[in-house]
């Protein structure tokens, strides 16, 4: 079989094929604006997640890539589903799917899909903004058929799949970026929770097989527009997160409620494809090390007293059965359960629905806020504003980072709100520097080089422009030296005013002068103090000069207009900063 899959990587800010070299996209990773942009339908296939699903379809409205509508397939509900769909039934187009089979869902959206591209993502998972951008630019190869991108784990830090690869059997195996198929029959392969696919490419093949309820399913796409001739790649800075919600077959905790179409899918895959090029006798072997696999690891949970002893029994009963019909179901079967010509025309009447954004991409302030407390984690006056106003701000249509404190052991990233959540740990850095510091000070340092780090880490997909940062813990102080971007600061309980610089040890009499200093780095870089009040500007003010920043050409530290939103006045500032980045 010839080896038509390939991975692709981003070299600054290009794609890059790494077999032609072959530059397929702008420097910003977006398709040129010289073409018209492809038409793209994403497919969103639910089943009893109402609350994750909202959170998907708010997620999708913070797309940049204009041109796509929204097909939500809903299954047999039990929750309030329903509810979801009406709230947003004026931006979507709406399916019924009245089986618990994905393969058959997924036709239901490809019929009803309008796009000459696809795209699929699982009603628990959210793209990043630019998310579609880059899944787009790698189809100006006309040879790629399928596209998929890098999908973060829960916790929204690490990655839960980067590069997949598989084979005949359906084995899966996860390698680092830039990994690529090293044995015969290997290819790359997009899983379903992000991948876009050519709509002629899947109408050729038949769309997705509905012998496949669950698992495997778009493995086996995958291997069928691979014999097809079609190309496959992966983007690494296509990203999503995933949270990994309950569904039919595990728990939120991960723990498998149900095998049977696991094994099933397997085996009716195994004999279906890997019979192609391997022996009965290899198939067999192959099943019986993933039946002996599978039952290792329901009876360590058994072990561990995640599941009890019957389930444990039931699910590994559930192994045989499944292995057993899926094989029968590959051998007795005269042609594979495909999407019909019936199906597409039942569709044709509806035309392309283009999903509204509450804003354009070009008019949106992508911002960072930054507070320690964060509601519903923890709150004070600074949580709550800073959630109020991230909210807010979401509402008009702006992209909102907030970065706080995590209340957890781990580091997390969520979406909450339609707001990007990020929350960090307290870590120690630059132990010999701190050593010179005062005991709250090194504290404080600690979390603005975390803070600094975590700006820094997903710059590439923010694009961020402004951070905005309470002056009480001056926050942004490093992020603002390392990234160069321009801040805000936002002042609290002015009549309080020298406690901030007192109890953080800040205020030059309280023994850490240099570190003084690095605090006035911060306000002379400050574009912009809003939410001013009485006497706090007269304290800052006089000690604005000892860091005038080598080439400020304007004031150091400006007060807020009078008039004005806090929307208005951000919108101001970032629009003053890149006319400085112009001169």
Wanted: charged share 25%; proline share 5%.
């Amino acid at each position: 079989m010839p080896d038509h899959s390939v991975t692709v990587r981003l070299e600054n800010g290009h794609v890059v094929d790494l077999r032609s070299g072959q530059d397929t996209a702008g420097p910003d990773g977006r398709v040129s604006s010289e073409t018209e942009l492809p038409a793209v339908s994403i497919v969103v296939n639910t089943l009893d997640r109402a609350d994750s699903l909202d959170r998907t379809l708010i997620g999708l409205r913070q797309l940049r890539y204009p041109n796509f509508e929204v097909v939500v397939v809903q299954g047999p509900c039990a929750d309030a589903t329903g509810d979801v769909l009406a709230r947003h039934a004026d931006a979507i187009r709406i399916g019924h799917c009245h089986e618990a089979n994905l393969s058959m869902s997924r036709n239901i959206g490809i019929a009803m899909a309008k796009g000459e591209i696809i795209a699929f993502i699982d009603d628990d998972a959210v793209p990043e903004p630019d998310w579609l951008d880059h899944l787009v630019a790698a189809f100006k190869d006309p040879a790629v058929g399928a596209v998929g991108g890098f999908i973060r784990n829960p916790g929204g830090i690490r990655f839960q799949y980067q590069v997949v690869i598989a084979d005949r059997f359906g084995a899966a195996m996860l390698k680092q970026p830039g990994g690529l198929p090293d044995r015969p029959g290997q290819y790359v392969s997009p899983t379903g929770t992000s991948v876009a696919i050519r709509r002629a490419a899947l109408l050729a093949i038949g769309g997705f097989d509905e012998e496949y309820a669950y698992f495997l399913d778009e493995t086996d796409v995958n291997l069928r527009l691979l014999d097809a001739g079609w190309r496959l790649a992966l983007i690494p800075d296509a990203e999503v997160h995933h949270k990994f919600a309950q569904n039919q077959v595990r728990g939120a905790d991960r723990v498998p409620q149900s095998m049977y179409l696991i094994a099933r899918s397997k085996s009716y895959f195994c004999w279906t494809n890997a019979v192609k090029v391997h022996s009965a006798a290899e198939i067999e072997r192959h099943l019986l090390t993933f039946s002996r696999m599978r039952t290792s690891r329901i009876r360590s949970l058994r072990d561990k007293g995640r599941i009890d002893a019957q389930t444990c029994q039931r699910l590994i009963a559930e192994i045989g059965r499944g292995l057993r019909d899926g094989a029968h179901d590959a051998r007795t079967q005269a042609t594979r359960s495909l999407l019909t010509e019936n199906l597409i025309r039942s569709h044709e009447p509806a035309g392309f629905k283009r999903y509204p954004a509450s804003r354009p991409a070009e008019a949106r302030m992508r911002l960072c806020l930054l507070s320690r407390a964060y509601p519903p984690f923890s709150g004070d006056e600074i949580g709550r504003w800073t959630r109020d106003t991230a909210r807010a701000l979401t509402a008009r249509g702006h992209e909102v980072t907030v970065i706080c404190l995590s209340p957890h052991r781990h580091a997390f990233v969520d979406f909450i709100d339609g707001v990007w959540v990020h929350g960090l740990l307290n870590r120690r850095f630059l132990a010999d520097l701190r050593a010179k510091m005062p005991p709250a000070a090194r504290i404080q340092f600690s979390y603005r080089v975390a803070v600094a780090q975590e700006i820094a880490r997903i710059q590439a997909r923010r694009n961020l422009q402004l951070i905005c940062s309470p002056l009480v813990d001056l926050e942004a102080a490093v992020a603002v030296r390392r990234t160069g971007l321009p801040s805000v600061l936002t002042l609290h309980a002015a009549r309080q005013t020298p406690r901030p610089f007192v109890r953080l040890g800040l205020w030059p009499n309280g023994g850490a002068r240099g570190y003084a200093i690095a605090k006035a780095k911060l306000i002379a870089s400050a574009s912009l103090i809003f939410e001013d009040t009485d006497g706090l500007f007269d304290t800052i003010a006089p000690h604005a000069h000892l860091a005038a920043l080598a080439g400020n050409k304007r004031p150091a530290v400006v007060t807020a207009p009078s008039a004005g939103t806090v929307e208005d006045r951000l919108r101001a500032i970032i629009a003053a900063n890149e006319g400085r980045a112009r001169e």
